[in-house]
């Protein structure tokens, strides 16, 4: 059926209720941005369908727990769904896991632009414009806690443009043998497309990172479809903040100042690919030789990013660097290992339980009298692996600091 063209702005998981966490230490310059970023997320991704003319707006779940958003969170949205109206912008709404439609609240009574999915069973809306149907929208709520049943959702039977609308995960196949033209999904924080011809499944992510997990620039999806009914997405960044985790290379040669330098090329070339977003980073050092020695001890590593802060952090937009870790990754050398020194037996025996997993450490009859009890009798009980494996790495490398000639890495002599 020949069609006029149109687009729609499809986007999930705004959590207008949760804060971003994951940083120890909370600047104060940045307290406020970060109290405002869902919403501000949100705002961008309103003004973007305005901006772009989109017919209507898909949210697929998760849009806020009213419980904890306060009345913000629904009074925000009375009045975005308010704006978009004024421009004719329709709102298609499936609600996931924090938001069933019954939650709500009555004292903001939704306007007549907003239409809701249901939980329960699949309804349709047949979205028209100057009467004239322009798409079919099939849709539920529902939790996620349960596969789509995509057995439910039919495309229009006289080939009118097909969405359907949900919170969730299915197999791609399982989607597509449906035949619906768009799979508007909700619920995946990433942004994942799970097929994209014939037809789209699309989960478009949260407009907004939350945790160090959540890298990257997020944003919507606007969807354009042509005479044909085929389907074009692009993507649309909205993020106020932007979680990026970064690493650095020293080498042997390098001094403090070298690292200093490379830092800053690199926080720049962010910046310049970023220029209005908050930057959050968290940098990993890698490499070897004395400076990384130096490091691995504590004392420049803080030093570093206090510099990193202070010269990058206070502006606006801010370069925030939210920690700054040492790799440690490198390798014991096989010669340090077979020597006849008390490192090379102190290497071995630490490469006996680094082997021998089944071995317990026993770090534990190694506490004076006084701590048997006291946290530090809590910290040395290592009981899963991914912990022992980093501990008795981090002891190969104290060893090696400590008890190493010249040759080795961190050889300090007295
Ligand atoms: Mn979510």
Same mark, same amino acid.
């Given at each position: 059926?020949?069609?006029?063209?149109?687009?729609?702005?499809?986007?999930? %998981?705004?959590?207008?209720?949760?804060?971003?966490?994951?940083?120890?230490?909370?600047?104060?310059? #940045?307290?406020?941005?970060?109290?405002?970023?869902?919403?501000?997320?949100?705002?961008?991704?309103?003004?973007?369908?305005?901006?772009?003319?989109?017919?209507?707006?898909?949210?697929? =779940?998760?849009?806020?727990?009213?419980?904890?958003?306060?009345?913000?969170?629904?009074?925000?949205?009375?009045?975005?769904?308010?704006?978009? +109206?004024?421009?004719?912008?329709?709102?298609?709404?499936?609600?996931?896991?924090?938001?069933?439609?019954?939650?709500?609240?009555? +004292?903001?009574? &939704?306007? %007549?632009?907003?239409?809701?999915?249901?939980?329960?069973?699949?309804?349709?809306?047949?979205?028209?414009?100057?009467?004239?149907?322009?798409?079919?929208? $099939? !849709?539920?709520? =529902?939790?996620?806690?349960?596969?789509?049943? +995509?057995?439910?959702?039919?495309?229009?039977?006289?080939?009118?443009?097909? /969405?359907? $609308?949900?919170?969730?995960?299915?197999?791609?196949?399982?989607?597509?043998?449906?035949?619906?033209?768009?799979?508007?999904?909700?619920?995946?924080?990433?942004?994942?497309?799970?097929?994209?011809?014939?037809?789209?499944?699309?989960?478009?992510?949260?407009?907004?990172?939350?945790?160090?997990?959540?890298?990257?620039?997020?944003?919507?999806? /606007?969807? !354009?479809?042509?005479?044909?009914?085929?389907?074009?997405?692009?993507?649309?960044?909205?993020? $106020?903040?932007?979680?990026?985790?970064?690493?650095?290379?020293?080498?042997?040669?390098?001094?403090?100042?070298?690292?200093?330098?490379?830092?800053?090329?690199?926080?720049?070339?962010? +910046?310049?690919?970023?220029?209005?977003?908050? &930057? #959050?980073?968290?940098?990993?050092?890698?490499?070897?030789?004395?400076?990384?020695?130096?490091?691995?001890?504590?004392? #420049?590593?803080?030093?570093?990013?206090?510099?990193?802060?202070?010269?990058?952090?206070?502006?606006?937009?801010?370069?925030?660097? $939210?920690?700054?870790? /040492?790799?440690?990754?490198?390798?014991?050398?096989?010669?340090?290992?077979?020597?006849?020194?008390?490192? !090379?037996?102190?290497?071995?025996?630490?490469?006996?339980?680094?082997?021998?997993?089944?071995?317990? &450490?026993?770090?534990?009859?190694?506490?004076?009298?006084?701590?048997?009890?006291?946290?530090?009798?809590?910290?040395?009980?290592?009981?899963?692996?991914?912990?022992?494996?980093?501990?008795?790495?981090?002891?190969?490398? &104290?060893?090696?600091?400590?008890?190493?000639?010249?040759?080795?890495?961190?050889?300090?002599?007295?």
């Amino acid at each position: 059926m020949p069609n006029r063209p149109f687009r729609f702005l499809h986007s999930s %998981d705004f959590h207008l209720e949760s804060v971003p966490y994951g940083l120890a230490e909370v600047p104060d310059h #940045l307290r406020d941005t970060l109290i405002d970023t869902a919403y501000r997320a949100a705002q961008r991704v309103f003004d973007t369908a305005i901006n772009e003319h989109v017919s209507f707006v898909i949210l697929s =779940g998760d849009i806020l727990n009213n419980h904890q958003a306060g009345l913000r969170g629904p009074a925000f949205l009375a009045q975005q769904f308010a704006r978009l +109206a004024e421009h004719h912008i329709t709102v298609f709404w499936a609600g996931g896991r924090i938001d069933p439609p019954e939650a709500w609240p009555a +004292a903001f009574p &939704l306007p %007549d632009n907003v239409k809701i999915f249901p939980g329960g069973r699949v309804t349709e809306f047949v979205y028209h414009e100057e009467d004239m149907p322009l798409a079919r929208l $099939v !849709g539920i709520s =529902g939790d996620g806690a349960s596969k789509l049943n +995509a057995g439910d959702f039919s495309p229009d039977p006289a080939g009118l443009f097909s /969405i359907g $609308v949900a919170y969730g995960t299915a197999d791609a196949a399982a989607l597509q043998v449906r035949g619906m033209h768009y799979w508007a999904l909700g619920g995946q924080h990433a942004r994942t497309t799970l097929y994209s011809s014939p037809g789209i499944a699309h989960d478009c992510g949260t407009p907004q990172g939350r945790d160090p997990d959540e890298r990257g620039p997020h944003g919507c999806t /606007i969807v !354009g479809v042509d005479e044909a009914g085929r389907s074009r997405m692009s993507f649309s960044t909205t993020s $106020v903040l932007e979680w990026l985790s970064e690493t650095i290379v020293v080498d042997t040669s390098m001094r403090r100042e070298n690292v200093e330098h490379l830092l800053t090329e690199r926080i720049r070339a962010l +910046a310049a690919r970023s220029p209005q977003t908050n &930057l #959050l980073i968290s940098w990993s050092i890698a490499g070897s030789g004395p400076l990384f020695s130096e490091l691995r001890r504590g004392k #420049l590593r803080a030093e570093l990013l206090d510099w990193l802060r202070i010269e990058f952090g206070l502006g606006s937009p801010s370069l925030w660097s $939210v920690a700054l870790e /040492i790799e440690s990754q490198s390798a014991v050398p096989a010669a340090m290992l077979e020597q006849q020194t008390i490192l !090379g037996d102190f290497l071995r025996a630490v490469r006996h339980f680094e082997t021998h997993t089944d071995e317990p &450490l026993d770090l534990q009859s190694l506490l004076a009298e006084a701590h048997i009890s006291g946290v530090l009798a809590q910290a040395t009980a290592i009981d899963d692996l991914p912990t022992r494996k980093r501990v008795l790495h981090e002891a190969a490398m &104290l060893g090696m600091e400590l008890l190493g000639g010249d040759s080795t890495d961190g050889g300090r002599h007295a």
